[in-house]
Nanobody, 115 residues
Framework: QVQLMESGGGSVQAGGSLRLSCQFS????????MRWYRQAPGRKREMVAA???????DYADFVEGRFTVSRDNAKDMVYLQMNNLKFEDGGVYYC?????????WGQGTQVTVSG
């Protein structure tokens, strides 16, 4: 059974950086594309970034070149490097993957941006 666990969230000032991690387990990560989503209070969950099994990436327009998604198949890890964070980037960040016709989600990690 596939399981995901995020880490790396925290509180930073605007302009700061955070690196989120997603531990993938259950099957080899190399078999799955991965996505990062976020949800701010009172708002719908929205996709932030995606990375394919081949390493191609795609980003939401609001990222504007500030974030980088990457994967390390040997470690079964997916990362989201976030630079130049803005107040509106705050929220709970989730990693997700498709599996057996559905979606698997992690528990999320909180990102708070102040200033």
């Amino acid at each position: 059974q596939v399981q995901l666990m995020e880490s790396g969230g925290g509180s930073v000032q605007a302009g700061g950086s955070l690196r989120l991690s997603c531990q993938f387990s259950g099957i080899p990560l190399r078999l799955n594309g991965m996505r990062w989503y976020r949800q701010a209070p009172g708002r719908k969950r929205e996709m932030v970034a995606a990375i394919t099994t081949g390493g191609s990436s795609d980003y939401a327009d609001f990222v504007e070149g500030r974030f980088t998604v990457s994967r390390d198949n040997a470690k079964d890890m997916v990362y989201l490097q976030m630079n130049n964070l803005k107040f509106e980037d705050g929220g709970v960040y989730y990693c997700a993957t498709g599996y057996k016709g559905g979606w698997i989600w992690g528990q999320g990690t909180q990102v708070t941006v102040s200033g």
